[in-house]
């Protein structure tokens, strides 16, 4: 029962928790603060947060199409020949 609060039932419920924890924060500071938002909401944050996002979207996307080896290929795991390791690689699909 434990195994499967910890690995379903937190990382699940976990974001709303933040959130909500963030959103009565927030609306006690600007309640406190004549309507006014935090320092780091009137910055650049939120447009350098998104931007970064966005950049981090695209690399991936970029790995994804440009790394890699051809559909047909065979993986031979890495294994001992005459006591040294020879590492993993991809063959080409034999004919």
């Known amino acids: 029962m434990?195994?499967?609060v910890v690995t379903?039932?937190?990382p699940f419920l976990?974001?709303?928790?933040?959130y909500l924890a963030w959103a009565w924060y927030r609306?006690?500071?600007?309640?406190?603060h004549d309507g006014e938002a935090p320092k780091v909401e009137r910055?650049?944050?939120?447009?350098?947060?998104?931007l970064g996002a966005?950049?981090?979207?695209?690399?991936?996307?970029?790995?994804?199409?440009?790394?890699?080896?051809?559909?047909g290929s065979i993986y031979?795991?890495?294994?001992l020949e005459n006591g040294k390791v020879?590492?993993?690689?991809m063959d080409e699909k034999p004919r």
């Open 2 to 4: 434990f195994r499967i």
């Open 8 to 10: 379903y039932i937190v």
């Open 14 to 18: 976990l974001p709303s928790a933040v």
């Open 27 to 32: 609306s006690r500071y600007v309640a406190s």
């Open 43 to 50: 910055g650049p944050w939120p447009l350098l947060l998104l």
């Open 54 to 71: 966005l950049l981090t979207l695209a690399s991936l996307v970029v790995t994804a199409l440009t790394t890699g080896s051809d559909a």
């Open 76 to 79: 031979t795991p890495s294994h």
């Open 86 to 89: 020879v590492p993993g690689r």
